[in-house]
Nanobody, 122 residues
């Protein structure tokens, strides 16, 4: 059974930092791109960041560029999102996803985690 499990969410303060992690199990994701999406209450799920299978290529939404950093672990089945300079508008449920190629579209990812809540207080 394929599983993507997010961890590291919680409560942060504006201007502070949080780090999210995603661990994949059940199959090898070494050749898969991975990404982060988020969904705030009443809003559609939106792209946050993505990283290629090798880790050599990354992509960020304009709203997080310069503040968030996506990376992959040495085992390639793990992924992290370092979130700095947090803003209240970063509050959302964050989902990790895996797919064949790096993409900003959610339909480009066939595997999804259950999500982890991030709440940023002002």
């Amino acid at each position: 059974q394929v599983q993507l499990v997010e961890s590291g969410g919680g409560l942060g303060q504006a201007g502070g930092s949080l780090r999210l992690s995603c661990a994949a199990s059940g199959r090898t994701f070494n050749s898969y791109a991975m990404g982060w999406f988020r969904q705030a209450p009443g809003k559609e799920r939106e792209f946050v960041a993505a990283i290629s299978w090798s880790g050599g290529r990354t992509d960020y939404a304009d709203s997080v560029k310069g503040r968030f950093t996506i990376s992959r672990g040495n085992a390639k089945n793990t992924m992290n999102l370092q979130m700095n300079s947090l803003k209240p508008e970063d509050t959302a449920v964050y989902y990790c996803a895996a797919g064949p190629v790096i993409s900003r579209a959610s339909r480009g990812y066939g595997y999804w985690g259950q999500g982890t809540q991030v709440t940023v207080s002002s």
